[in-house]
């Protein structure tokens, strides 16, 4: 597996694939956001995918970290999202 450790701005097409599975973000929390700005990840590919931890800014300022697979057969294939951190701070490491 390669891990990259620099941190990536969500581009455009990445925007849209997230904003596409903040449903499912919210499921895990149990919770919805109104705010729902996507700004950076780290990424990790895998044979099969790859893997995001990405950090996002949601209501009231709050940050979370979502880490999720993508498979390579994206959309055909669903995301899965692995987990959510509440709670985190634009300064709490990816």
Do not use: W
């Not at 891990?3 to 449903?23: M, N, P, Q, W």
């Not at 956001?33 to 780290?42: G, R, S």
């Not at 880490?67 to 709670?87: D, E, N, W």
């Amino acid at each position: 597996m390669i891990l990259s450790g620099a941190l990536t701005l969500v581009d455009k097409r990445f925007r849209a694939i997230l904003l596409r599975e903040k449903e499912k973000i919210e499921y895990k929390i149990e919770g919805t956001f109104t705010k729902f700005d996507p700004l950076y990840y780290k990424l990790q590919l895998s044979i099969g995918g790859s893997n995001y931890l990405v950090k996002i800014l949601v209501d009231n300022g709050e940050y979370i970290h979502v880490k999720m697979f993508i498979p390579t057969l994206y959309p055909v294939m669903p995301c899965i999202i692995l987990f959510v951190f509440r709670g985190m701070t634009l300064d709490d490491k990816l």
